[in-house]
C-alpha cells in the first residue's frame, strides 16, 4: 500500500476507534481535541492522497503520449509495420516494455481502470521483453550500423536508409556505445561516443560520463596517451569518483591477443557484401567470377507440365543455383502461418553441444514431412524434383523455418560440420554417425525483405538477395568426397523490414546412386 493510503487508513482507523471505544465525546474538550488532530491528520492524509493521483495521472498522460507519438504518422494515421521493421523503432518496442510499461504498471496499479490495463498485457504474458531483449535490441542496432556503414548523425535524427523514425536520444547513443566496448569494438563505441557528445542541449549524459568511456575506448585500442588526456578530464570534472579510475586501470596492463586476420579479412568480405546486396536491388545476385550464366527449364520429374526455372550461378563446386518461383504465395504464406507460433530461440553449435549465441540472432521452428500438412511433403518431394537428391527422412532433414526480426542475421559458417575429421571414430555427433554430413543445403526465400538480409558467400565473392519464393541450392562437399571450404556463407542483418526463409539440409547416406562420388580426389 502506498504511504499516502497507509496513512489514510490509518487516519481512519484512529478515528473509528476513538468512536468506537470513548462515548460522549464532545462533552469533553480533550476528546474534541483529539478528535480535531484526527480530522487534521486525515484532512493531510487526503490531500496527499489527492496529491499522488494528480501525479500518477501527469505521470500516465506524458507515458501515454510517449508511446502515441510512436505509432502516429505525420498524418496521425497508426502504422503497425513501421514499429517492427524499422530498427530503430524496434529497439524503442523493446525499451518500451522494459521501461515505460513498467513505469505505467507501478504507477496505475491503485486505479479501478488497472484491470482493463492488466488483462490488455496479460495476453502478451508471454512476448513481454525482459532486461536481456534490451541489450539485445542495442547490440543489433550497433551491428546494423557497423554492417551497413550507418551513417550515426542519420540514425540519431531517426533517419534508416531513407526511412524517417524518432530520433535517439544522447543517452540512447551512449548506451549503445557501452556495448560497442562490451563486445570489444573501441572504433565503434569512440564514434558513437563523438557523435553524441553534442547531441542533446541541455545534455543526457555528463561529460565525465562520456570522457570515462572514450578514456576506456582508447585503452582498449592501446593509445595511452589519449586514454590519460580523457581521465585528467574527468579527474577535473569530477574529482570524487574512482570508477572511472578502476576500469581504466585492469587495461592498461591487459595483454590483448591479436586479431587473427584471416577472420578480419572474412568479415571484412563479409560486411562489404551484406552492403551490395542491402542496397543493389537491381539484381537478385552479384558474384565477382560469375561467368554469366545461361538460366534454363529443367523438367519436372514428379509432375506433368512445371518446369524449374533454374540459374546458375557459380558453374563447378559448391554449384550455387537460383531456382526462381520454387514456391507460389499461397505456399510461403503457409509455411510461415505454421511456423509463427511454434518458433524459439535458434541456437549454434552441434547435437553434441549447441547454444544461444549472438553469432545467430533469430528463431527457428521445424516441420515434418509427416506433419498434417501435406504441403510439407510436398515441398520436399519437389526438393528432390530439382536436385535430383534423396530428401526422405533421415536422409533429408526435417524441413526449418527461421524468421530474423530487428538486425537479426547469422555470421559466417560452415553448414556442414567442418571439425568432422577431428572426431574419435566412437565419438562422432550421433547425427553424423547415422546419417552423415549435410553434402548439400536447400534455401527458400519465404518474403521479400525491404533492406538487408543477402546471404553471402565470403570466399566467393557472391551474394543473393531475398527474393520472395526463390530458392537458392549449393553442395557442402565436393564429388571428392572432401569439405568444400567455399561453402563458409552468412545471413546479413535485416536491415528494415524482416526475414523468412525455409532450410532443407540433405545428408550424405542415401545419395549413392544420387550423386556419384568423383573419380579422383580433384574432383569438384
Not at 483529539?34 to 494528480?54: F, P, Q, T
Not at 542483418?493 to 523468412?500: A, F, H, I, Q, S
Request: with cysteine.
Amino acid at each position: 500500500m502506498k504511504p499516502g493510503c497507509v496513512w489514510l487508513y490509518c487516519a481512519l482507523v484512529m478515528n473509528l476507534w476513538i468512536e468506537k471505544t470513548l462515548e460522549d465525546v464532545f462533552a469533553s474538550s480533550s476528546h474534541l481535541r483529539i478528535l480535531a488532530s484526527g480530522e487534521e491528520n486525515i484532512r493531510l492524509a487526503l490531500r496527499h492522497y489527492i496529491s499522488e493521483e494528480k501525479r500518477k495521472l501527469e505521470t500516465l498522460q506524458s507515458l501515454y503520449e510517449e508511446v502515441k507519438t510512436a505509432y502516429a504518422s505525420e498524418f496521425g494515421e497508426v502504422e503497425i509495420r513501421s514499429v517492427f521493421e524499422n530498427p530503430l523503432n524496434a529497439y524503442r518496442l523493446i525499451k518500451r516494455f522494459t521501461t515505460t510499461w513498467k513505469e505505467v504498471w507501478k504507477f496505475a496499479s491503485d486505479f479501478a481502470a488497472f484491470r482493463d490495463f492488466e488483462s490488455a498485457l496479460g495476453t502478451l504474458h508471454d512476448f513481454i521483453p525482459n532486461d536481456d531483449d534490451i541489450e539485445g535490441s542495442k547490440l543489433s542496432l550497433l551491428r546494423l550500423q557497423m554492417t551497413y556503414d550507418l551513417s550515426i548523425k542519420d540514425l540519431l535524427e531517426g533517419q534508416v536508409a531513407g526511412r524517417q523514425s524518432l530520433p535517439l536520444s544522447q543517452r540512447e547513443a551512449f548506451e549503445t556505445a557501452l556495448v560497442g566496448l562490451d563486445i570489444g569494438k573501441p572504433d565503434a563505441a569512440l564514434e558513437w561516443l563523438e557523435k553524441a557528445r553534442s547531441h542533446d542541449v541541455p545534455p543526457l549524459v555528463s561529460s565525465a560520463e562520456t570522457l570515462g568511456a572514450m578514456a576506456t575506448a582508447y585503452a582498449m585500442k592501446g593509445d595511452y596517451l589519449k586514454a590519460a588526456d580523457s581521465i585528467r578530464e574527468v579527474i577535473t570534472l569530477d574529482p570524487n569518483n574512482p570508477d572511472h579510475l578502476r576500469r581504466i586501470l585492469p587495461l592498461l596492463t591487459d595483454k590483448r591477443p591479436k586479431p587473427d586476420s584471416e577472420r578480419e579479412r572474412v568479415q571484412s568480405t563479409y560486411r562489404s557484401l551484406c552492403r551490395q546486396g542491402a542496397f543493389d536491388t537491381n539484381s537478385s545476385y552479384w558474384a565477382q567470377d560469375s561467368e554469366h550464366l545461361s538460366c534454363y527449364l529443367q523438367r519436372s520429374k514428379l509432375t506433368p507440365f512445371l518446369r524449374f526455372k533454374v540459374e546458375p550461378i557459380i558453374s563447378g563446386s559448391p554449384g550455387v543455383r537460383l531456382i526462381h518461383d520454387f514456391l507460389n504465395d499461397k505456399e510461403s504464406l503457409r509455411l510461415k502461418s505454421s511456423s509463427v507460433h511454434l518458433i524459439s530461440r535458434a541456437k549454434v553449435g552441434t547435437t553434441l553441444e549447441s547454444y544461444v549465441s549472438n553469432m545467430r540472432v533469430g528463431k527457428i521452428a521445424w516441420l515434418d514431412d509427416q506433419s498434417p500438412d501435406p504441403l510439407i511433403l510436398r515441398i520436399s518431394r519437389r526438393i528432390s524434383d530439382v536436385t535430383g537428391l534423396n530428401t526422405t527422412h533421415p536422409t533429408g532433414e526435417k524441413l526449418q523455418t527461421s524468421n530474423y526480426g530487428m538486425g537479426g542475421h547469422y555470421e559466417p559458417h560452415y553448414d556442414h560440420d567442418h571439425n568432422r575429421y577431428n572426431y574419435r571414430k566412437d565419438k562422432l555427433p550421433p547425427d553424423i554417425a547415422s546419417n552423415g554430413d549435410r553434402i548439400a543445403t536447400f534455401m527458400i526465400y519465404l518474403n521479400d525483405v525491404e533492406a538487408g538480409g543477402a546471404t553471402v558467400f565470403p570466399r566467393l565473392n557472391l551474394w543473393t538477395r531475398p527474393v520472395k519464393n526463390a530458392a537458392i541450392f549449393w553442395y557442402n562437399y565436393k564429388q571428392s568426397g572432401d569439405l568444400d571450404p567455399d561453402t563458409l556463407h552468412a545471413g546479413c542483418p535485416v536491415l528494415l523490414g524482416e526475414k523468412w526463409v525455409a532450410n532443407k539440409w540433405i545428408r550424405e547416406y542415401g545419395q549413392e546412386f544420387h550423386r556419384r562420388c568423383g573419380l579422383t580426389q580433384d574432383d569438384s
